[in-house]
């Protein structure tokens, strides 16, 4: 069994919103999970920006480069045996850590990206659509050879292949990979809002938030209600198209 002192939640968070956005999930980590450590790679330190409040980071390292992804350069360098990533735009709502006891069987675990019913781009190869993107907002995995190897390999990947989003490399990795990979259920990545309104008691209850709004602030109203705004638009134009005959 891992000890306490081996496992722990790593942030990479680049710019101020972003590490502002990670000071406030790593508290919510804090007073859920007290006994957990938490690791931040940033650009900046985390102090600047705590206004004399204890830190919630028990450690701290610079990223070299860093860019919006630095996830990608960042994660095989955890301190821990065992690490729950996650993303600065995160909330941790309920105790997670018997999340960890997954570890146990498999080498990684992940939730399937919410939105899958959209054109997908590939890297250099076609994939089943049964085999959608993980997200990578969420990511819990040991340290081992494999893993490691992984994620190295997705650091590269990243950069050579070019895209802006990072999960198209990381779906075809885990592919081509003989890890033994788990499913983390939605509540343990909650990317709707519509969510936690739909589902009943019953059926599932939120354990880690990840919503935009956790690093928009009080603008991630307005960021969304122009990003529905715009989808709209795409929708409007192309039926436009198709009745005029183009």
């Known amino acids: 069994m891992i000890q306490n002192n081996q496992r722990g939640v790593v942030y990479v968070a680049t710019g101020?919103?972003?590490?502002?956005?990670?000071?406030?999930?790593?508290?919510?980590?804090?007073?859920?999970?007290?006994?957990?450590?938490?690791?931040l790679f940033a650009d900046a330190k985390p102090e600047k920006f705590m206004a004399g409040a204890p830190s919630p980071f028990h450690s701290c390292a610079g990223i070299e480069n860093p860019h919006p992804r630095?996830?990608?350069?960042?994660?095989?360098?955890?301190?821990?045996?065992?690490?729950?990533?996650?993303?600065?735009?995160?909330?941790?709502?309920?105790?997670?850590?018997?999340?960890?006891?997954?570890?146990?069987?498999?080498?990684?675990?992940?939730?399937?990206?919410?939105?899958r019913n959209t054109p997908t781009f590939s890297w250099k190869r076609e994939l089943p659509p049964s085999f959608p993107e993980f997200n990578s907002g969420v990511i819990l995995f040991r340290k081992n050879p494999g893993v490691i190897g992984l994620l190295q390999a997705w650091s590269q990947a990243y950069h050579e292949a070019g895209?802006?989003?990072?999960?198209?490399?990381?779906?075809?990795?885990?592919?081509?990979?003989?890890?033994?990979?788990?499913?983390?259920?939605?509540?343990?990545?909650?990317?709707?809002?519509?969510?936690?309104?739909?589902?009943r008691k019953g059926?599932?209850?939120?354990?880690?938030?990840?919503?935009?709004?956790?690093?928009?602030?009080?603008?991630?109203?307005?960021?969304?209600?122009?990003?529905?705004?715009?989808?709209?638009?795409?929708?409007?134009t192309g039926k436009a198209r198709f009745l005029v005959g183009e």
Not at 89 to 94: F, I, K, L, P, R
Not at 165 to 178: A, C, F, G, H, V
């Open 16 to 39: 101020e919103n972003h590490l502002r956005a990670a000071i406030r999930s790593a508290q919510s980590v804090c007073k859920r999970c007290p006994d957990l450590l938490i690791h």
């Open 163 to 199: 895209f802006g989003p990072d999960q198209i490399t990381l779906r075809e990795l885990l592919w081509e990979s003989n890890l033994k990979l788990a499913l983390l259920p939605p509540e343990y990545n909650t990317l709707m809002l519509k969510y936690p309104l739909i589902w």
């Open 70 to 115: 630095s996830k990608v350069d960042c994660l095989f360098h955890s301190p821990y045996d065992e690490t729950l990533y996650l993303d600065a735009d995160t909330e941790v709502v309920a105790d997670i850590r018997e999340v960890f006891i997954l570890l146990e069987k498999f080498d990684m675990a992940l939730a399937h990206h919410a939105i």
């Open 203 to 236: 059926e599932a209850i939120p354990k880690i938030r990840h919503f935009r709004k956790y690093y928009e602030g009080r603008l991630w109203l307005l960021c969304g209600l122009s990003r529905a705004l715009g989808r709209l638009r795409e929708r409007m």
